[in-house]
């Protein structure tokens, strides 16, 4: 008795689908992000991944200690910001100051991310950047809560990753910060930026 594997066909993507599904069924993330070609990923996989990683990681850690979860997840999006920036940036002109670092994480990052901009930055000049996302991409779908506070609490666990991802970007174009999210309703997301002077 012969066990025989399973044999897989890969198919090329052209003229806009994918197995021959029309298109508009196919999501991109970051379609037009990157001179290597689309990136081919179904937004609501990665919704998933995102939505299970925080159980899965406290299940799997012994103790059930939400504070490594978090750590955990911020480590994942810290070194996924790191490679993505380096491919965003890499014909990219040299930044001059701070501000130009944190107007391309608003724009071309957030939109590699989020397929958006980010609605509002606001600074101090001081190293303090406040980054506002009036429709949270992750967010839109979040359901199971009952009043906008329970979906708040809830959904707070997963900005974790996200803020990773911000620090992440802009270690990987220098500079050491630290970066902090808050929801005050759902699906609206703030993210505050500290950058460390003496870079």
Known sequence: MSSALP???TTS????????????????VGATSFA????????????????????????????????????KMEMLGYNVGQRLVERLAK???????TLDVVKFIC????????????DNLKTNHRGVYVLQDNNFRWFMNASGATTLQDATQAMTPF?????????????GLGYATVV???????????????????R
């Open 36 to 71: 290597s070609g689309p990136l081919l990923v179904a937004e609501p996989a990665l919704f998933g991944l995102l939505m299970e990683m925080g159980p899965a990681l406290e299940a799997a850690m012994t103790g059930g200690d939400r504070e490594a979860v978090f750590f």
């Open 180 to 198: 902090m999210a808050e929801s005050v309703g759902i699906p609206q997301c703030t993210f505050q930026i500290k950058i460390a002077t003496g």
């Open 13 to 28: 993507v052209s003229g806009g689908s994918i197995n021959n599904a029309p298109a508009s069924s196919v999501s991109a």
């Open 7 to 9: 044999t897989y066909s």
């Open 107 to 118: 724009k071309e990052f957030w939109m590699a991310v989020f397929r958006k901009q980010v």
């Open 159 to 171: 900005l974790w990753y996200p803020c990773g991802l911000i620090r992440g970007a802009l270690a």
């Open 91 to 97: 014909d990219h002109t040299r930044f001059t100051d």
